[in-house]
Nanobody
Framework: QVRLVESGGGLVQAGASLRLSCAAS????????MGWFRQAPGKERELVAA????????NYADSVKGRFIISRDNVQNTVYLQMNSLKPEDTAVYYC??????????????????WGQGTQVTVSS
């Protein structure tokens, strides 16, 4: 079992930055590819960014490329999402997810094994 706890969400103005954190506990963190998803009201959950178990490979949604950076610290068992130049359309609940690195593609992060509870990000115009 892996427990994921997100933090760092909040209300900011357009153009501002936020850094989300996801602290993992339980099984060996480095066994898992990690991803950040988001879900806006009335929309489907979408993959925002993902990172391989080593941190050597990353993947981003086109809508956040050049603005968001995903990283991980396998000593601190934490994955981060640095969000810069935020836009009102980035408003959503952001979820952290973990998928076994053996069979999880960071391109899709299909069917993650574990989810966090989510953190709200609201960007005002």
């Amino acid at each position: 079992q892996v427990r994921l706890v997100e933090s760092g969400g909040g209300l900011v103005q357009a153009g501002a930055s936020l850094r989300l954190s996801c602290a993992a506990s339980g099984r060996t963190f480095s066994n898992y590819a990690m991803g950040w998803f988001r879900q806006a009201p009335g929309k489907e959950r979408e993959l925002v960014a993902a990172i391989s178990w080593s941190g050597g490979s990353t993947n981003y949604a086109d809508s956040v490329k050049g603005r968001f950076i995903i990283s991980r610290d396998n000593v601190q068992n934490t994955v981060y999402l640095q969000m810069n130049s935020l836009k009102p359309e980035d408003t959503a609940v952001y979820y952290c997810a973990a998928g076994d690195e053996v069979y999880t593609s960071i391109t899709t992060m299909r069917s993650p094994d574990y989810w966090g509870q989510g953190t709200q990000v609201t960007v005002s115009s």
